[in-house]
Every structure is written in structure tokens, then in C-alpha cells.
């Protein structure tokens, strides 16, 4: 039982390069959620999916695009990356909405430069 | 706009000691807190919820008392362990399906 598993756990691109942050979970959760964290400014969420086949929009959106491929996995795109992405990037899983505890994975440490 | 704050962003203890984190939140119509403990390299950690139809909820070695009068809220650990090191965050519900989080509050265990 693992859980909520990132991936890649670190990565380094260059601006204007793209990528795809991957997140699996086990734990037959509905929602799902992909939050950056940076110094001083807290976690603060990008995009989330409250159920298998739909996805909106968070704080943070833009400059990224996400995927429920299915009710285990959502993924985090970046198209261009710009050196304000560096940042690292949760995954978080709710068993349904904002009412329960999010369980969240333990990262993907992204420097653009 | 609404909001979750800390009062204190650092915090250190000596080992054995009770510690005592503290946050304001700013939501009135809030319902829901939890707080979570985030070690270094590691995600958020949840420890324990509360919901506002209570005013103190206890688990193991830490205890979460919400005043809702005040709009306060506190995590209070007990024995405090080098093993507790860490930032712990406050966090409630936002617009949609969103979580708040506070920007976090540092304890140091110290032997």
C-alpha cells in the first residue's frame, strides 16, 4: 500500500522545455489535487479533480494543464516551463472533496533555468 | 479575502516539554481544520482534524482545541520529541474544493 507515489522526484529543464508530473495513488480516493509549495508563500493549489472525468481550476493555473486519466492517476503538465515554476509540486488525495484530510505524496522538486 | 494565519513562525522546545502551535483563521463559516506536519524533503503529514460542533479533539500525544469565539485554533503536542521536528501547518476549507493552508510554523526540538 503505497499510498500517493510521484513521480520523477527531482528534475531539471530548461525554459521552454516541457514535462509531465505524474501521481499515482492507491487508496481509491476520489479527489485529487496538485499543489506548489514555495518559501513564503505556502502551498497553494493549482488544479484539482474532484472525481474521475472532471478537473478545475485552482489558485495557480496557469502555465499548467492536467490529466485524470482514471481514478488512480493525475498528472501535471508543463507545456513551457518558465523559471517561476521552479517549485515543488504535491499531489494530494481527499477519499471525497474538502471535508476529509488530504494525503499527499511526497513531491517533485522541479528547477527551470 | 479570507485567510489562515500563524502567530509564531518559529517555535523551540526542549525535548520533554509540551509545545503549544498556534493559528488564526480569518473564515468565520469555516467547519472544518486540520493540521499537518511536514518533515524536511517529505509532503504534509496529516495529524488531526477537528470540526466546529467540538472544541477539543485528542489523539495520540497531541491534542487540537478550536475556539471559535476567538477564531483560534492550537495544536498542542505533549513530550515533545526530537522526532517532532518539523513545520506544521494549519489548513480549512477554501472556495470550491480547495484547502487553505497557513504558511506554517517551525518547531525546533531541542536535547
Known amino acids: 500500500n503505497a499510498g500517493v507515489t510521484q513521480t520523477p522526484k527531482f528534475q531539471v529543464l530548461k525554459t521552454g522545455q516541457s514535462m509531465t508530473l505524474q501521481c499515482a495513488q492507491d487508496?481509491?480516493?476520489?479527489?485529487m489535487y496538485w499543489y506548489r509549495q514555495d518559501p513564503g508563500m505556502g502551498l497553494r493549489l493549482i488544479y484539482y479533480?474532484?472525481?474521475?472525468?472532471?478537473?478545475d481550476k485552482g489558485e495557480v493555473p496557469n502555465g499548467y494543464n492536467v490529466s485524470r486519466l482514471n481514478k488512480r492517476e493525475f498528472s501535471l503538465r508543463l507545456e513551457s516551463a518558465a523559471p517561476s515554476q521552479t517549485s515543488v509540486y504535491f499531489c494530494?488525495?481527499?477519499?471525497?472533496?474538502?471535508?476529509?484530510?488530504?494525503?499527499f505524496g511526497n513531491g517533485t522538486r522541479l528547477t527551470v533555468t | 479575502g479570507e485567510s489562515v494565519g500563524l502567530h509564531l513562525p518559529t517555535l523551540s522546545v526542549q525535548e520533554g516539554d509540551n509545545s503549544i502551535i498556534n493559528c488564526a483563521y480569518s473564515?468565520?463559516?469555516?467547519?472544518?481544520f486540520i493540521w499537518y506536519k511536514q518533515e524536511s524533503g517529505k509532503g504534509p503529514q496529516f495529524i488531526i482534524d477537528?470540526?466546529?460542533?467540538?472544541d477539543k479533539r485528542q489523539g495520540q500525544r497531541v491534542t487540537v482545541l478550536l475556539n471559535k469565539t476567538v477564531k483560534h485554533l492550537s495544536l498542542q503536542i505533549a513530550a515533545t520529541q526530537p522526532g517532532d521536528s518539523a513545520v506544521y501547518f494549519c489548513?480549512?476549507?477554501?472556495?470550491?474544493?480547495?484547502?487553505?493552508f497557513g504558511k506554517g510554523t517551525s518547531l525546533l526540538v531541542t536535547p
Open positions: 494530494a488525495t481527499t477519499l471525497q472533496g474538502n471535508n476529509s484530510p488530504l494525503h
Open positions: 477537528i470540526r466546529s460542533n467540538m
Open positions: 479533480s474532484a472525481s474521475e472525468g472532471t478537473t
Open positions: 473564515n468565520s463559516a469555516s467547519d472544518y
Open positions: 487508496m481509491n480516493h476520489n479527489s
Open positions: 489548513a480549512e476549507p477554501g472556495s470550491g474544493y480547495a484547502l487553505n
